[in-house]
């Protein structure tokens, strides 16, 4: 088990190990799931929004929609 400490601003390391296997850079987005009293960091890349694809019902044209938008939004 990795371990970390939380600073006074709220702020924790993700430990190297971790960070290489989930391939996190600087810039990485991160989501915090609860579950029960437990919390789950999960990398918000490009296969977590791929695996939503469907869930909403619309074939996937909303999440390309939201990737189109993205792509334009770093380019700016």
Same mark, same amino acid.
């Given at each position: 088990?990795?371990?970390?400490?939380?600073?006074? #601003? =709220?702020?924790?390391?993700?430990?190297?190990? $971790?960070?290489?296997?989930? +391939?996190?850079?600087?810039? %990485?987005?991160?989501?915090?799931?609860?579950?029960?009293?437990?919390?789950?960091?999960?990398?918000?890349? #490009? =296969?977590?929004?791929?695996?939503?694809?469907? $869930?909403?019902?619309?074939? +996937?044209?909303?999440?390309? %929609?939201?990737?189109?938008?993205?792509?334009?939004?770093?380019?700016?």
């Amino acid at each position: 088990m990795e371990t970390s400490s939380l600073t006074i #601003k =709220g702020q924790i390391v993700v430990p190297s190990r $971790i960070r290489k296997k989930l +391939g996190l850079k600087k810039g %990485s987005k991160v989501g915090f799931i609860e579950s029960g009293d437990k919390v789950i960091l999960q990398p918000l890349d #490009k =296969g977590y929004y791929k695996s939503l694809i469907g $869930i909403g019902g619309t074939k +996937g044209k909303a999440l390309k %929609s939201l990737y189109d938008d993205k792509k334009k939004e770093r380019e700016l």
